[in-house]
């Protein structure tokens, strides 16, 4: 029977509990008030597609007030908006092409977000970037580091720029604001040839403690996402070539 290995918490819920679609305990299409999150102000990076386009729309189906679409790309950001507006056209949403390792950058997005919405209740980190997978000694050190400057910088800048309005928020409205860092299953295990991606991801689960560590008990809740096996942009030319290198890993 095959099993992964124990270091992976993938079966920690209980395989009764593993999904591949959206069930209707999470779905915010449906009629379950628990999952409507009126007047929110949510920002995501690496809004322009995949996960972080779908992270976008399902809050906008929650009926948040607001959503900060960040992406390197304006047109895919435009395709994002014509997709929220067609869930609610009165829900605001602001668009800020950026890299997300600029600081700079970064640091602007943060204070034309208090400018325009005043406040910050989730933060979603998903950028992400992954060089391809080879051997340690065949990768280009250039790319290898730039999977870290995407997977790790950017969400410590976000975050860097962004507690504050987190904190703020959390103070002003008693409640508790989310930080939620998208990462991996592969941030937990040694899987040969992805040392960029996965030591990047192991990384970011570390950072996510300190920021409960730091900022918990001022209404910061963080955590980390394995969103699941998502063929997107990033992970399609990997495809084939993470199962043939999983099982190998696994079964020999």
């Known amino acids: 029977m095959f099993r992964m290995p124990p270091e992976s918490a993938y079966e920690f819920p209980g395989p009764e509990n593993l999904h591949s679609d959206i069930y209707p305990a999470i779905d915010p299409t449906n009629e379950n008030a628990d999952l409507k999150q009126p007047g929110k102000v949510v920002l995501i990076t690496g809004a322009g597609r995949g996960i972080g386009r779908a992270v976008a729309i399902q809050y906008a189906?929650?009926?948040?007030?607001?959503?900060?679409?960040?992406?390197?790309?304006?047109?895919?950001?435009?395709?994002?908006?014509?997709?929220?507006?067609?869930i609610s056209e009165d829900l605001?949403?602001?668009?800020?092409?950026?890299?997300?390792?600029?600081?700079?950058?970064?640091?602007k997005c943060a204070k034309t977000v208090e400018r325009e919405t005043g406040r910050l209740d989730v933060l979603v980190n998903n950028a992400g970037y992954t060089t391809p997978w080879v051997l340690l000694a065949d990768s280009k050190a250039?790319?290898?580091?730039?999977?870290?400057?995407?997977?790790?910088?950017?969400?410590?800048?976000f975050l860097h720029a962004f507690l504050p309005l987190l904190v703020k928020t959390a103070k002003s409205e008693m409640t508790v604001v989310d930080v939620v860092n998208m990462t991996t299953i592969g941030g937990h295990m040694v899987?040969?040839?992805?040392?960029a991606y996965s030591i990047s991801k192991c990384a970011l689960d570390r950072?996510?403690?300190?920021?409960?560590a730091e900022y918990g008990a001022s209404g910061v809740n963080a955590v980390t996402l394995h969103p699941g096996g998502v063929v997107t942009?990033?992970?399609?030319?990997?495809?084939?070539?993470?199962?043939?290198?999983?099982?190998?890993?696994l079964f020999t």
């Open 233 to 249: 942009d990033l992970s399609r030319n990997l495809e084939i070539l993470i199962g043939r290198k999983l099982f190998h890993f």
């Open 92 to 107: 605001k949403v602001l668009k800020i092409p950026l890299d997300v390792t600029s600081e700079d950058a970064v640091q």
């Open 61 to 86: 189906h929650a009926g948040v007030s607001s959503i900060v679409l960040c992406a390197r790309t304006s047109s895919q950001l435009d395709e994002v908006e014509a997709e929220i507006k067609k």
């Open 191 to 195: 899987l040969p040839t992805s040392s």
């Open 142 to 157: 250039d790319d290898w580091w730039k999977t870290f400057e995407v997977n790790m910088k950017g969400p410590f800048l």
């Open 207 to 212: 950072l996510t403690e300190f920021v409960v």
